[in-house]
């Protein structure tokens, strides 16, 4: 069984490393090296069409695993309510994360906006953000796991 749960954690921190790593390298280099060299409709549209495929991906491989690993730690030992706090704290700002991802994905939604909407043009900034939040609520949930099951 630590074997499932090692492999599943594993794909849950690649997963949100990829997208948050990706969302990094997109904002701070991508975008400001096409804007640089003039309008390439061709190479944004597949690059931003590459993007989104693998933000599907880790968000399917999130949800999955992270379904598993809450699953797992709430029958696991007896968690107090500051792990819970902070696991709900942690869900509904990654469900806002992904509602984020599907509402800039949907294509028809990102030809209509052309970015004009504060919505749009700040939620690549707002993603990132959330992004880093996730992963800072992830480390706290695990020290505060491992400080109830191996207690000092």
Known sequence: MLEIRLIVRAAHTLAAAAWVGGSFLYMLAVLPALRSKGPAPAIAGE???LFRRMVNVCMGVLLLSGAYLTFDRLTLTALGW??????GLKIAIAAGMFILAIYLGQSN?????KRTTR???AAPQLMLALGIVVFILGALLNG???GTIAPH
């Open 144 to 146: 505060l796991f491992e």
């Open 82 to 87: 500051p792990y819970l706090v902070v696991l």
């Open 47 to 49: 690059i931003a069409a």
């Open 119 to 121: 919505l749009s043009k």
């Open 109 to 113: 939604i990102r030809r209509l906006a």
